[in-house]
């Protein structure tokens, strides 16, 4: 058969978003690809620029919607950074928890979205109920399940409400045993290692090379973790193992994100454990000068803010970098020399989200 | 222990009679007025008469009319309960509910007896509590009503031919297998002697290989379908379907022969037959193991289940079911090589799946669980008031219930597999066929043979 380009997108069950992606294929092997973006870009930088330092963090929410904390919270640290703000212990620990909470969250959406894309729909039901579990949880500190509008400038939106600990305790100690079930129907089937292991494979040094950050990267054997390795917060005095692994093919992204799901409960339980007592909030400058430049662990990976303030109330220049960008530009590279069913193994664990990727 | 319910042959028989009798009246007048106005018949209407009301166009007749009672058995019965079945299955297996608007969420129950007092309030419901029976129906009531739209640079005859080519071949299956005793269109009634006493039996002697044929027309009409829809994930759809369907066909065939060697008959009728004896072991020069109170099921015949395994996965395979739907594979090619059609003409490749399922189900239980033969056929007798000392037995647990629940099972197990695996990749399917099953469902035939030969087993 003769080669053919194929757009997968802006409108195609792969995508789980707004963005093209073509492949060329010689019959039904991949000869080559090229990701489309920019269906979604809302000039977010620019945005910015008109809202005051505060407000932002309503929109950064809107990055991702499934991981909006994450997203707020760097932005938050960014700007404490420019302003030289002292963050009150346990909003620290408070934070921790939320991130985690987060973190578990979007991955449970990324497995929910990863089955279907191979064809198992139950994943995704099965995934799902137990997401509805910690958004629950970000719902009880947070009193929103999305776009939660709950870090602030100088620590965290309102204290933990009382018994928070009990019921996080209480849902990560059913999650964990409800995460062996998903290992049975995942990693467990035949079937699933047949369309994963091998898959989209990428060598540590390509990663590196083309910027591929968070999970994808430690799938390589890669072992960076901001969260380790420029910390932030409380991170520095819990003592945890990032989840590495080696292959890094489409199982590798796999097996550790799982992994993943399972240090984030124990980083939960250790901060919960450590929690202080104290204020959880100091109180921001409304106008501030300078640079703040912060990079976080978010669920995707690096997510990064550069904020410029020039003694006004609103920043002056705003830059993000989504780890998603450049992971998806990473994609073709796994790609080639694999069958087109191999695209939603591979894309799929690649966890794109478009939202943060347009910006 | 006769006990099918349905006689098709001849029930069509006799409403064909009826029908053609109806067209002979007017016939009869004309003539009666003849005989009135001349004393004689008109010309050429006795023989008209005779050819209306004859053997040759009451057959023909009764034909249409089985092929559509069958179409009937197939869309308005199988169909619909085998779609709710699957709903519900995978919905419980996903934690769920699933559809659940009934008759009970008919608005007019609310409005009419749920406004009587004291006893209306069963009927004052939250819409979404019932069976969900009436889902499927609702969902092939909006296929009908939307539009159906050709693709502007598709080949129109082709397109359109494709839909029809595979729910041709599909009604085909249906009536090609026999469902009881009575309820069967491709057979004829013969003298044998079963299980020592001459009885009147249906045989069918190439029955299965006419449901195999049947089997085989429809990646024909995939094809067209991908091609002529001039997509490209049609096209790979349609590609894909015909290497899958193509290279499942031969394990499929050769396990069926593993079990014609065993069995010595393609025979449907003959195969179940044979079931209903009771089970029996050989024992080579030993003589052989008989089992009292259980039918001689091939599928408890150790040597056959190689094949049964094999003929499974090849079930579930030219069914394009989970894990081996790859030709419509919703996440990498959209809708596979369905993409293109919309309103009834989707219906109709979306729905016999189904029902080529439901028919791969059925010949799994001809062929090794006993087809309509049951533990219990119960029959109410009633006295014949006609004639002092007979009765009347009207069947209540019949042969066609036997053979539903039975093929309804299978089904549920293949919901079961589809809802718990993820799909294979092309590459792997056909890895799977070639490596694996072809080799087995020749160690399959060996084995039968070996069975037959020294008289073990």
């Known amino acids: ?115 279907p894309d191979l064809g198992l729909l139950t994943a995704l039901l099965w995934a799902l109920r137990e997401r509805e579990l910690f958004l629950d949880l970000i719902q009880l500190i947070s009193g929103a399940r999305m776009n939660q509008n709950y870090p602030r400038i100088g620590g965290v939106r309102n204290d933990a409400p009382p018994d928070f600990g009990k019921y996080c305790r209480k849902v990560i100690a059913h999650f964990r045993k409800k995460l062996e079930d998903h290992e049975k129907v995942f990693e467990q089937s035949k079937l699933f290692q047949m369309r994963t292991v091998g898959v989209g494979r990428i060598s540590r040094e390509d990663a590196i090379d083309w910027g591929v950050t968070g999970p994808n990267l430690r799938a390589c054997g890669a072992r960076i973790d901001l969260r380790k390795l420029d910390p932030y917060d409380a991170y520095p005095e819990i003592d945890f193992e990032p989840a590495v692994a080696h292959e890094g093919d489409s199982y ?14 124990d980083l939960i339980e250790a901060a919960l454990d450590k929690l202080p007592a104290g204020p959880y909030r100091s109180k921001p400058p409304r106008r501030a000068e300078g640079e703040g430049f912060r990079r976080t662990e978010d669920s995707r990976g690096e997510a990064l803010f550069y904020v410029i303030g020039d003694g006004d109330d609103r920043p002056y220049r705003v830059k993000i970098r989504s780890p998603v960008y450049s992971n998806i530009f990473a994609a073709p590279l796994m790609m080639r020399g694999n069958k087109v069913a191999d695209v939603v193994a591979i894309m799929g664990s690649i966890d794109v989200c478009v939202g943060e990727m347009d910006k | 222990m006769s006990g099918h319910l349905v006689d098709l042959w001849g029930w069509s028989h006799a409403l064909a009679s009826f029908i053609l009798w109806l067209l002979s009246l007017p016939l009869e007048l004309v003539n009666w007025i003849s005989f009135q106005a001349t004393g004689g018949p008109a010309p050429g209407v006795p023989g008209l008469i005779d050819f209306v009301t004859g053997e040759g166009l009451t057959a023909f007749v009764a034909v249409i009319i089985a092929v559509n009672i069958l179409l009937l058995w197939a869309t308005a019965f199988h169909l619909l309960i085998i779609m709710w079945i699957e709903r519900k299955m995978y919905s419980r297996l996903q934690d769920r509910r699933g559809i659940m608007i009934g008759l009970g969420s008919a608005e007019i129950l609310r409005n009419t007896l749920g406004r009587i007092p004291l006893i209306g309030r069963p009927f004052r419901r939250p819409s979404h509590l019932g069976t969900g029976f009436l889902q499927t129906v609702a969902d092939g009531v909006k296929l009908f009503q939307k539009e159906v739209i050709t693709p502007a640079t598709a080949d129109k005859w082709m397109f359109h031919a ?9 009604l085909m299956l249906f009536v090609a297998i026999p469902w009881s005793d009575g309820f069967w269109l491709m057979g004829a009634y013969e003298s044998r002697v079963v299980n020592g006493a001459p009885a009147v039996v249906p045989v069918n002697p190439w029955g299965i290989l006419v449901v195999l044929a049947a089997f085989s027309i429809a990646p024909l009409g995939i094809l067209i379908a991908g091609w002529a829809s001039n997509n490209k994930y049609t096209l790979l759809g349609g590609m894909r379907a015909a290497a899958q369907l193509m290279s499942y066909e031969i394990p499929m065939l050769l396990s069926i022969i593993a079990l014609v060697i065993y069995a010595g008959t393609l025979d449907p009728f003959e195969l179940v037959r044979n079931q209903t004896a009771p089970l029996t072991y050989g024992l080579g020069p030993y003589g052989s193991l008989t089992v009292p109170w259980v039918q001689n099921w091939y599928i408890l015949n150790p040597i056959l289940w190689i094949a049964f395994l094999v003929f499974f996965i090849t079930v579930i395979a030219e069914a394009e079911r989970i894990p081996f739907d790859i030709p419509e594979a919703e996440a990498e090619l959209v809708e596979g090589w369905t993409t293109e059609y919309s309103g009834m003409r989707f219906g109709i490749v979306f729905g016999f799946k189904w029902l080529r399922a439901i028919a791969g189900a059925a010949l799994i239980v001809i062929l090794f669980f006993g087809g309509w033969s049951g533990p219990v056929f119960m029959t109410l007798d009633a006295p014949n008031l ?39 990749r092309i590459d792997q399917i056909l890895n799977i066929g070639w490596k694996s099953l072809v080799p087995l469902s020749v160690l399959s035939i060996l084995l039968a043979a070996l069975a037959r030969g020294t008289g073990w087993f």
């Open chain 1, 1 to 115: 058969m003769a080669e053919m380009w194929i757009n997968m997108g802006p409108q195609h069950p792969m995508t789980h978003g707004l963005w093209n992606l073509r492949i060329k294929v010689d019959g039904e092997t991949i000869v080559d690809a090229e990701p489309e973006i920019g269906y979604l870009h809302r000039g977010y930088e620019k945005i910015m620029e008109v809202r005051e330092f505060q407000k932002n963090v309503v929109l950064t929410d809107r990055l991702c919607y499934v991981s909006s904390i994450t997203w707020s919270h760097a932005y938050c640290l960014a700007c404490e950074e420019m302003m030289g703000l002292d963050v009150p212990e346990r909003a620290k620990y408070l934070r921790v928890i939320t991130n985690e909470l987060q973190r578990v969250a979007s991955h449970l959406m990324w497995l929910a979205a990863y089955g």
């Open chain 1, 252 to 265: 590798a992204r796999y097996k550790v994100r799982m992994d993943e799901m399972r240090t984030s409960c």
């Open chain 2, 162 to 170: 494709a839909p029809v080519m595979i729910a041709a071949s599909t």
């Open chain 2, 386 to 424: 006609a004639a002092s000392g007979s009765t009347y037995s009207i069947p209540i647990l019949f042969q066609e219930f036997w053979f539903t629940v039975k093929v309804y099972l299978i089904f549920i197990v293949f919901v079961w597999i589809g809802w718990s695996v993820p799909r294979v």
